[in-house]
């Protein structure tokens, strides 16, 4: 899909490009291109932009750090805009606000360093801080929601917003920020020792590579937790690791990650994530549902 810079106004314009490919720009490294990406370079920008594509009728994908994105071969027909201009951080005593387009794994240094104790929970998870409350990241230690204290995001009619956390319905691996936009947040955390913070956020990330595939291209879990299960030891189960689908691979050390062994597309994924579904379905009578976001959206079954 071609789309013009001119559906934009002209401020905006030095900060987008056409057909830029989205494969690098995801941990995947899978997928087309996007017809357009802008990069704001303020919380302006981002409302403008939001106007633009409303009063144009063109779809607006937002993207974080593409940690969890399965992106399709024929790439975005829309507007996608990339926080990454956006990531300012600051501390101040316990309360931590930081850009959408800020590290998460930056954020948590600075939670350490500056004794804000409780996102260390969030090592190890790849992405943005943006992408973190879109999705309500987390583990067994934590999750994002624990230390929101408010979020500023650009609504779906778009305006600027300042939403308290009781505005804000944060499920799991999901929340009503997705609708949005988000540009900054307003954390806060508990008191702790810089050092200790520091090795805690240690422990967490080695557990992490000890049991999940982070020397290869991923977007993380594929496919979420059904309730009191894990949906890696179903598959392990099922006998599914290290079964593929061209370049696509069930990675053989956790059995809820797919792998793209190099040249995976995202048909692959997608079949592959259908295989997968069948047999535990067939094993264990579960219906595994994806974790990852694909773009444009589509079932793997579809
Ligand atoms: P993206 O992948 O860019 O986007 C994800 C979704 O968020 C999309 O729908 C996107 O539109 C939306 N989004 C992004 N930014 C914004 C914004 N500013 N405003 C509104 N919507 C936005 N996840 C976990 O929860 N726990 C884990 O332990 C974990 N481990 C992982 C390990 C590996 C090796 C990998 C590759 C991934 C892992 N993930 C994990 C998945 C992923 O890192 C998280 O979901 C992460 O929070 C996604 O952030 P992102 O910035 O990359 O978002
Ligand atoms: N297991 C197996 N075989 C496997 C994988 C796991 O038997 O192939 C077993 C493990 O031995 C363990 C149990 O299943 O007994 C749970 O596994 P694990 O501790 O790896 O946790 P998980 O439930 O698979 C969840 C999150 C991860 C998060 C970890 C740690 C989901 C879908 N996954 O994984 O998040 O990092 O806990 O907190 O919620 C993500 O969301 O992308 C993600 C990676």
């Given at each position: 899909m071609n789309l013009s810079l001119?559906?934009?106004?002209p401020r905006l314009r030095p900060l987008a490009r056409a057909g830029v490919p989205l494969a690098p720009l995801t941990t995947f490294r899978i997928g087309g291109a996007a017809a357009l990406l802008v990069e704001p370079a303020s919380l302006r920008d981002v409302s403008d932009l939001l106007a633009a594509c409303r009063a144009s009728g063109v779809p607006l994908f937002v993207l974080g750090g593409g940690s969890n994105l399965l992106v399709s071969d024929?790439?975005?027909p829309g507007v996608v805009v990339s926080l990454a201009r956006l990531k300012k951080i600051q501390v101040i005593g316990s309360h931590v606000i930081a850009q959408a387009g800020a590290n998460l794994a930056t954020l948590v240094t600075r939670c350490s360093q500056a004794g804000v104790?409780?996102?260390?929970?969030?090592?190890?998870i790849p992405g943005t801080v943006g992408g973190a409350l879109a999705m309500n990241a987390g583990g067994r230690h934590g999750e994002i929601a624990d230390w929101v204290e408010r979020v500023i995001w650009v609504n779906p009619r778009g305006e600027l917003e300042s939403l308290y956390r009781e505005e804000i319905a944060f499920g799991y691996r999901s929340s009503?920020?997705?609708e949005g936009v988000v540009v900054e947040a307003w954390l806060h955390g508990g008191v702790g020792e810089p050092a200790e913070l520091a090795a805690r956020a240690r422990t967490i990330l080695q557990e992490k590579l000890a049991a999940q595939p982070y020397s290869e291209f991923s977007a993380g879990c594929a496919f979420q937790n059904p309730k009191g299960m894990s949906a890696g030891r179903l598959i392990d189960l099922a006998g599914c690791k290290g079964l593929g689908v061209g370049g696509a691979q069930v990675s053989t050390m956790h059995g809820n990650f797919i792998v793209n062994?190099?040249?995976?597309t995202a048909s692959q994924v997608l079949e592959l994530m259908r295989v997968v579904q069948e047999r535990v379905q067939a094993a264990h009578g579960v219906r595994l549902e994806p974790e990852v976001r694909i773009w444009p959206a589509c079932a793997p079954a579809a």
């Open positions: 001119n559906l934009l106004p024929e790439g975005v104790a409780g996102p260390q929970a969030l090592a190890g009503t920020l997705r062994t190099g040249s995976a």
